[in-house]
């Protein structure tokens, strides 16, 4: 635990105009973003003494290292610095609301030629206007099912709407008149895009014109005796009134407003916001968050506000925000949603009539979400603290092992060996930190050597880090020997940048910052810089020998490591002829399996990978100056790699793009690769010719 006043800036140092604050641990890892007016009466609030300190705010700057800030011209400025770097650096000790679900939109894609009509999900894309969120995605598909009668968008994929185009043959609805197959020319693309539009519109409030429009002319066709034409309108009237009633009127002077109702206790608190348009709620929302910073509710409600409109601009923001409390700086909390939106932002608390009284239905639904979180998370954490603490008993270890690290090999006879590291915090899966090796130290299978190198290369990188930061001074050099007795196999080769190690892209998850360490001083992680307490392997009593003989190699005697089997679930320790049994209703066991399962699932999906890749190589592949364009370009005129191996010289520059220099290397490569085994049909045992039409390149 520091000392605050170990790292306190001198008065003087500090200045009085607004900024923004960060604190940082002693691993460079920003742990608190932080706003103020005045900086210097801020950050003396937090060097006072620690007994009338709020003991969130005293855990906060005692695991603290030092504090650093940045000067700005406004408050609207610091305000968009702090959600800027709340975002960046994902702090430990500032509030971060979570959603609880992905919640589904209603989008129409104007960006396209042909709009169309789909729900969507996650980040908004530029040119498409969305309308929601919406509790489910059924609620959507059933609105959009009434309206297609009056405003027949298309709502096909690119896939089916090219292949209606190239057939002449619209799909089922353009049949029904559920769409108005833009894809056969049944309507030109403005008239398409007006329909669009026209839905659009509707959606955004402005229903009276529509259903107006469509009595008149339903009398109309009824005096023109064209009675099936009526009935048609008078139906497509009653489905756009059936949408209307989906969504109640709350108010009734057609506003457009979000309302923001907060619940909490001492620990937790939750929000929810209701989002109304054309005096109709048109979506709602719910988060819930872990007070890790003594905060109040204005507090809570300006991180919402941050939250809700740090990404959005223009009609995304409403003309009225409605909170039960505002933020401290209420006026630059206005000026950014304004800028947001682009023109003036209304956020104030109700005080009477039908919003007050819509506030009332909001909050309700706050206080429900947040008792049904807690019902659902009192269970949770009791079970995983109950786990780390029996696992903590079996193994023998001081404290519970809050990190944990588990490792798994993975193969297939011996070829594309690889790796994978997935890291549990708290009981839970961490899965930006998850890392992929692949094994480079030798060739064929063995997984105790595999074990015992990727052992040594995440360990490795983690000791030249504290050597390069100064937080240890006994790290061996990254260029020098690795000390102790020697490994069973050869040693990998020391790795500055561990060439083989590969960070958990997306989707699985998110890139850590580079190999190079160029970016550790603004805070964000460093690969394998933060060291477990646990290191679990999947394996028995020889894995864990060498992943035990590793760390002992760099001299790491302050890590626990076990192994669990497939066999039995026997929990292997260092050392110790005979496994640790745990019960078969143990959570501690439990929770390693889940652990080991899924390091064993990330493992074999980055080996399935890895061989597909290899397994759709090329021949073509390997010849210089060769590129993707030319090598589909070549395929296309031959239509295989065999027609292409048969072809002369002179047939291969008859490919457009392709000269005879080029043209004599393909010969010449394809000449001295062995042809690919043949394609057999799996289901019949039939081998498949290539030259039938297939092209395995």
């Given at each position: 635990m520091a000392d605050p006043s170990s790292y306190r800036p001198k008065p003087g140092q500090i200045p009085d105009s607004p900024g923004v604050y960060k604190f940082r641990d002693e691993h460079r890892r920003v742990i608190y973003v932080g706003k103020a007016k005045n900086l210097r009466q801020r950050l003396a609030n937090y060097f006072q003494d620690l007994a009338g300190l709020h003991p969130r705010t005293r855990t906060m700057v005692t695991t603290a290292a030092s504090v650093e800030w940045t000067v700005v011209s406004t408050e609207v400025e610091a305000l968009q610095l702090e959600y800027s770097w709340i975002k960046e650096f994902d702090p430990r000790f500032n509030v971060k609301y979570r959603d609880d679900k992905s919640y589904p939109y209603l989008a129409v894609t104007l960006n396209e030629e042909f709009p169309r009509v789909q729900v969507m999900r996650g980040a908004k894309k530029k040119g498409v206007r969305y309308f929601g969120p919406y509790g489910h995605a059924w609620a959507i598909r059933e609105t959009v099912d009434l309206m297609l009668r009056v405003f027949p968008v298309r709502t096909c994929s690119a896939g089916v709407f090219k292949n209606a185009e190239r057939t002449g043959r619209p799909c089922l609805l353009g049949y029904i008149g559920k769409c108005s197959a833009p894809c056969v020319g049944r309507v030109t693309p403005q008239e398409h895009r007006d329909l669009a539009e026209d839905f659009c519109d509707f959606m955004a409030g402005r229903t009276g014109a529509y259903i107006r429009r469509l009595e008149k002319d339903m009398t109309r066709a009824a005096e023109e005796m064209e009675y099936e034409r009526a009935a048609r309108l008078r139906d497509d009237a009653e489905a756009l009134k059936r949408a209307m009633e989906k969504s109640a009127v709350v108010l009734a002077d057609a506003t457009d407003a979000d309302l923001i109702a907060v619940a909490e206790d001492e620990l937790e608190a939750a929000v929810q916001i209701f989002h109304v348009r054309g005096g109709r709620v048109r979506g709602q929302r719910g988060w819930v968050t872990d007070k890790v910073e003594a905060v109040d509710t204005a507090g809570l409600v300006e991180h919402a506000l941050q939250q809700l409109y740090g990404e959005e601009s223009g009609d995304s923001v409403p003309k009225e925000v409605l909170v039960p409390a505002l933020p401290e700086d209420t006026e630059a909390v206005s000026q950014w949603l304004a800028g947001r939106r682009g023109s003036h932002v209304s956020l104030r608390i109700p005080q009477r009539g039908d919003k007050k009284d819509?506030?009332?239905?909001?909050?309700?639904?706050?206080?429900?979400?947040?008792?049904?979180?807690?019902?659902?998370?009192?269970?949770?954490?009791?079970?995983?603290s109950r786990a780390l603490e029996e696992?903590?008993?079996?193994?023998?270890?001081?404290?519970?092992?809050?990190?944990?690290?588990?490792?798994?090999?993975?193969?297939?006879?011996?070829?594309?060996?690889?790796?994978?590291?997935?890291?549990?915090?708290?009981?839970?899966?961490?899965?930006?930190?998850?890392?992929?090796?692949?094994?480079?130290?030798?060739?064929?299978?063995?997984?105790?050597?595999?074990?015992?190198?990727?052992?040594?290369?995440?360990?490795?990188?983690?000791?030249?880090?504290?050597e390069?930061?100064?937080?240890?001074?006994?790290?061996?050099?990254?260029?020098?020997?690795?000390?102790?007795?020697?490994?069973?196999?050869?040693?990998?080769?020391?790795?500055?940048?561990?060439?083989?190690?590969?960070?958990?892209?997306?989707?699985?998850?998110?890139?850590?910052?580079?190999?190079?360490?160029?970016?550790?001083?603004?805070?964000?992680?460093?690969?394998?810089?933060?060291?477990?307490?646990?290191?679990?392997?999947?394996?028995?009593?020889?894995?864990?020998?060498?992943?035990?003989?590793?760390l002992d190699e760099l001299g790491i005697d302050d890590i626990a490591v076990c192994g669990l089997a497939k066999r039995l679930e026997e929990v292997w320790l260092p050392d110790d002829d005979d496994p640790v049994v745990l019960p078969r209703s143990s959570e501690g066991l439990y929770l390693l399996q889940r652990i080991r399962d899924e390091a064993h699932r990330f493992a074999i999906t980055y080996q399935r990978a890895k061989r597909a890749k290899r397994i759709r190589s090329s021949p073509l592949d390997d010849i210089a100056g060769l590129g993707e364009t030319r090598k589909q370009a070549l395929i296309k005129h031959f239509g295989s790699v065999k027609r292409l191996r048969q072809a002369t010289i002179d047939e291969i520059c008859e490919v457009p793009g392709i000269g005879r220099r080029t043209a004599e290397s393909v010969a010449v490569a394809l000449a001295g690769a062995a042809p690919p085994a043949p394609a057999v049909n799996t289901a019949t045992g039939e081998i498949i010719e290539e030259d039938d039409g297939g092209s395995r390149p």
């Open positions: 819509l506030m009332v239905t909001v909050q309700r639904n706050a206080q429900q979400a947040l008792g049904l979180h807690k019902t659902k998370r009192a269970s949770d954490l009791t079970t995983r696992i903590a008993e079996a193994l023998g270890l001081d404290t519970a092992p809050l990190r944990v690290e588990c490792f798994d090999i993975s193969h297939l006879q011996g070829d594309d060996v690889v790796a994978s590291m997935v890291v549990f915090e708290d009981g839970l899966a961490r899965k930006s930190e998850y890392r992929r090796f692949q094994i480079k130290g030798f060739e064929g299978q063995d997984d105790v050597r595999s074990m015992h190198e990727v052992i040594g290369r995440r360990f490795k990188r983690h000791l030249q880090e504290k390069r930061t100064g937080e240890w001074e006994g790290a061996p050099a990254a260029s020098g020997p690795v000390p102790g007795p020697a490994a069973s196999g050869p040693a990998p080769a020391p790795e500055a940048a561990f060439p083989g190690s590969v960070p958990a892209g997306p989707p699985e998850a998110p890139q850590d910052a580079p190999q190079d360490g160029s970016r550790e001083e603004d805070g964000r992680p460093r690969r394998f810089a933060y060291p477990p307490q646990l290191v679990v392997v999947d394996g028995g009593q020889p894995q864990v020998a060498a992943a035990k003989r590793a």
